[in-house]
């Protein structure tokens, strides 16, 4: 099995542009999370997905944040306009509801300059 | 809601000595308990869990953690180290009811190992 895929790795952009990351979850796997981890703040659920429908998105942190998941292959968090603050490493977790293990992609690094 | 504290930021030791990394859990429902583990420029990986039963698990490269309910805790403990352990360490919570598979993750802990 492939694992979570997460692209790009790194992306450098300067502020005000569109950012947008894509995750392709393991083949199976009906719950999808996103997660962004900087040093002050440590790894923080942004929003997460199970059968393609949003659950919770109470950790998106504002309306420059917005995440899709139009089908079960496929989901991409867009951050418009992007801002310095934004720049993390920013995780997609999936697992099949009812289990308890989450798998992690190897994340993208953002730097918004 | 769960929340998880994990009061050391960083823990250095010193190869084959003992360690352990403390993680205490506040939640008002049951819950299940996770440590993930991330090595440099890698996602988190499952390094043990415990979701019933024994409440002393181990992973397969001598970490064990014990769930304590009296006292919220789950603390990972090996009785010695190796370089190859120096990671960050995650403490996690989810409920047993409600909440999907949603996890609470502490702060982490950096494991320095050092000859």
């Known amino acids: 099995d492939a694992g979570v895929i997460q692209s790009p790795r790194h992306e450098v952009t300067e502020m005000g542009q569109e950012v947008t990351l894509r995750c392709k979850p393991i083949s199976g796997h009906n719950s999808l999370f996103w997660y962004r981890q900087t040093m002050m703040r440590g790894l923080e659920l942004l929003i997460y997905?199970?059968?393609?429908?949003?659950?919770?998105d109470s950790g998106m942190p504002e309306d420059r944040f917005s995440a899709k998941m139009p089908n079960a292959s496929f989901s991409t968090l867009k951050i418009q306009p992007s801002e310095p603050r934004d720049s993390a490493v920013y995780f997609c977790a999936s697992t099949q509801l009812g289990n308890n293990e989450q798998y992690f992609g190897p994340g993208t690094r953002l730097t918004v300059t | 809601a769960q929340s998880v504290t994990q009061l050391d930021s960083q823990v250095p030791v010193f190869e084959e000595a003992p360690v352990e990394l403390r993680c205490n859990y506040s939640?008002?429902?049951?819950?299940?308990l996770f440590w993930y583990v991330q090595y440099p420029n890698q996602g988190l990986q499952l390094l043990l869990k415990y979701l019933s039963g024994s409440t002393l698990v181990e992973s397969i490269n001598g970490f064990e953690a014990e769930f304590n309910k009296s006292q919220t805790s789950f603390h990972l403990r090996k009785p010695s180290v190796h370089i190859s352990d120096t990671a960050e360490y995650f403490c996690a919570v989810s409920g047993v009811t409600g909440g999907g598979n949603k996890l609470t993750f502490g702060t982490g802990t950096q494991l320095k190992v050092e000859l």
């Open positions: 939640s008002s429902v049951s819950v299940y």
């Open positions: 997905f199970n059968n393609n429908v949003p659950i919770d």
